[in-house]
């Protein structure tokens, strides 16, 4: 049975030597204390940085998706509306409501109509409607 070193001595069995010159930490009682770095602040500030990143991408992502469901809802909306012809891409036409409350697309101007104005679109080249102002 081999002797047991003392606690203090750093002895590597497997290789047969001393290896305390050649661990990456201190082992003598004598050595400097080893203290963590304080990283509250770097953590605080880089946690402030991720979260500012987080919620503008979000309010992009918000507002793109408004903007997106304002195109789907304006496409509902003349998609849905009575036409007895077939829109041309590039063409503007205009968005009425009739007596019925019921809306209607019609190539005739807003100042030549007596109906409810709602709007005038565009059909895009992806065939959706966009409003126009």
């Given at each position: 049975m081999a002797k047991k070193k003392p606690d203090m001595v750093v002895y590597d069995e497997e290789k047969a030597q001393y290896n305390a010159a050649f661990l990456p930490y201190a082992?003598?009682?004598?050595?400097?204390?080893?203290?963590?770095?304080?990283?509250?602040?770097w953590k605080n500030t880089q946690i402030y940085k991720a979260n500012k990143h987080l919620r503008d991408k979000y309010?992009?992502?918000?507002?793109e998706y408004e903007a997106l469901m304002?195109?789907?809802e304006y496409n509902q909306l003349v998609t849905n509306a009575k036409f007895n012809f077939?829109?041309?891409?590039?063409?503007?036409?205009?968005?009425?409501?009739?007596?019925?409350?019921?809306?209607?697309?019609?190539?005739i101007?807003?100042?030549s109509s007596n109906f409810e104005f709602l709007g005038s679109f565009k059909?895009?080249?992806?065939?959706?409607?966009?409003?126009?102002?």
């Amino acid at each position: 049975m081999a002797k047991k070193k003392p606690d203090m001595v750093v002895y590597d069995e497997e290789k047969a030597q001393y290896n305390a010159a050649f661990l990456p930490y201190a082992t003598s009682f004598s050595a400097p204390q080893i203290q963590m770095p304080d990283t509250g602040s770097w953590k605080n500030t880089q946690i402030y940085k991720a979260n500012k990143h987080l919620r503008d991408k979000y309010l992009t992502l918000k507002a793109e998706y408004e903007a997106l469901m304002t195109v789907f809802e304006y496409n509902q909306l003349v998609t849905n509306a009575k036409f007895n012809f077939e829109p041309l891409v590039g063409e503007t036409y205009h968005l009425y409501s009739n007596d019925n409350n019921e809306p209607f697309l019609s190539i005739i101007e807003p100042e030549s109509s007596n109906f409810e104005f709602l709007g005038s679109f565009k059909l895009t080249s992806d065939y959706l409607w966009d409003k126009i102002e």
